[in-house]
């Protein structure tokens, strides 16, 4: 597991947390490890899920899959075992949608909804860029305006011109500082994945308190979030909708 040992070599104070599972990889069959879900690589360990999640990232993975595919291709697994790998990554992913759909509050995704259509500018900002973007590009095909801030520094430059009829969308992290400062300009906050920690507790709406692992998932939520906005007020949506396309 050397390349995992040199990216834990360059965390300068890991965590507890972090220390436990490098000490459960040191010692556990690369192979095993790399067949496990995040839940059952959880469970083993005795940490949260969230808690491998950030090991994962802290490590310079895009996630846990990502970990899990570095994993597998730094023991040069045979086709048999990729064949497993490719039937857990599967499982994984089913397995990640369905925890989307058991912790989704409907109230907080209708007060979700209802925030988004007064919004003048939803600023989508977060984990993911990638989340970010294609949380934006969803809103603009329905007709809200909606931009996709890459760098804190560009956040805070934008939300600082910002005012009340503006929504800050938080998609899994964010910098406090931010937030305060878009709550004192009068903007709205929606938190998506963001734990239950400050960012969470400053929110005017939270939805699902864990960050989704992997695109698909997300994706799966960016779809779940969208179809209700859109269900939310069809002819006002489909008004829209008739106008981008004689555009």
């Known amino acids: 597991m050397g390349e995992i040992s040199e990216r834990m070599s360059r965390i300068p104070k890991p ?26 690589l959880a469970r083993e360990t005795g ?23 570095s994993l597998a291709r730094e023991r ?36 979700a909804c209802m ?12 984990a993911s860029s990638a989340w970010g973007r294609e949380f934006k590009e969803r809103l603009l095909s329905l007709g809200i305006f909606a931009v996709s801030e890459e760098t804190e520094k560009m956040r805070r430059e934008l939300v600082a011109a910002s005012g009340g ?34 960012l969470t507790r400053a929110a005017d709406c939270a939805l699902f308190p864990a960050l989704p692992e992997g695109k698909i998932a997300r994706q799966f939520l960016v779809d779940v979030f969208c179809t209700a906005l859109y269900r939310s007020d069809r002819a006002r949506f489909d008004a829209a909708k008739d106008v981008l396309q004689t555009d």
Do not use: M, W
């Open 15 to 40: 965590t507890k947390g972090q220390r436990k599972l490098f000490s459960f990889l040191n010692s556990a069959d690369p192979r095993a490890v790399a067949c496990c879900t995040i839940t059952e």
């Open 47 to 69: 940490v949260a899920e969230a808690t491998v999640l950030r090991f994962c990232r802290a490590l310079g993975y895009c996630g846990y899959t990502d970990f899990r595919l």
């Open 76 to 111: 040069d697994l045979q086709a048999a075992g990729d064949v497993e790998i490719v039937d857990n990554l599967i499982r994984s992913h089913s397995e990640e949608i369905e925890r989307i759909g058991r912790t989704l509050d409907a109230n907080a995704v209708k007060r």
């Open 115 to 126: 925030i988004l259509r007064a919004a003048a500018t939803v600023h989508c900002c977060g």
């Open 165 to 198: 009829g503006d929504v800050l969308l938080l998609l899994g992290e964010g910098e406090i500082s931010t937030v305060s400062l878009a709550r004192s300009r009068g903007v709205r906050i929606l938190a998506v994945g963001c734990g239950s920690g400050e």
